[in-house]
Nanobody, 127 residues
C-alpha cells in the first residue's frame, strides 16, 4: 500500500505561481510512476503530467505548454508540481497518483492506470 498526501494548494491571482507537493509513504519502493491530475466541477479528471520514478522521464498534456513542471525528490519520496502563469481555467482540485507496475508512457495519461490516489488539494485562481 502507498499513501499519498498532497499539499500546497490555495488561492493565487492569475499569472501567479504555486508549487504542489505530494508525499508518498508506505510501500514506496514499488512505485513505477507518479502523476498529477486535476478535476474542475462538472468535468472529468484530467491528466496533467507524470514522471517515471527511476530515470525521471516525464510526460505532459498538451495544455501544459511549459507552464507546469513535474519533479521528484527520491530521498523524500515526494513529487512536486510547479505551476507558473496560472490562469483562471486552471482552478480545480489537484490530485497526485501512483502506479506500481511498468507501463507505456501513453498509458500514464489515463487515470485508470494508477493504483493509488491522494485526497486532492484545491487550487483557486482569481482574475
Amino acid at each position: 500500500q502507498v499513501q499519498l498526501v498532497e499539499s500546497g494548494g490555495g488561492l493565487v491571482q492569475a499569472g501567479g505561481s504555486l508549487r504542489l507537493s505530494c508525499a508518498a509513504s508506505g510501500s514506496t519502493f514499488s512505485t513505477y510512476a507518479m502523476g498529477w491530475f486535476r478535476q474542475a466541477p462538472g468535468k472529468e479528471r484530467e491528466f496533467i503530467t507524470a514522471i517515471i520514478w527511476s530515470g525521471g522521464r516525464t510526460y505532459s498534456a498538451d495544455f501544459v505548454d511549459g507552464r507546469f513542471t513535474i519533479s521528484r525528490d527520491s530521498a523524500k519520496n515526494t513529487v512536486y508540481l510547479q505551476m507558473n502563469s496560472l490562469k483562471t481555467e486552471d482552478a480545480a482540485v489537484y490530485y497526485c497518483a501512483a502506479r506500481s507496475t511498468r507501463s507505456t508512457g501513453s498509458r500514464l495519461f489515463n487515470p485508470n492506470a494508477y493504483d493509488y490516489w491522494g485526497q486532492g488539494t484545491q487550487v483557486t485562481v482569481s482574475s
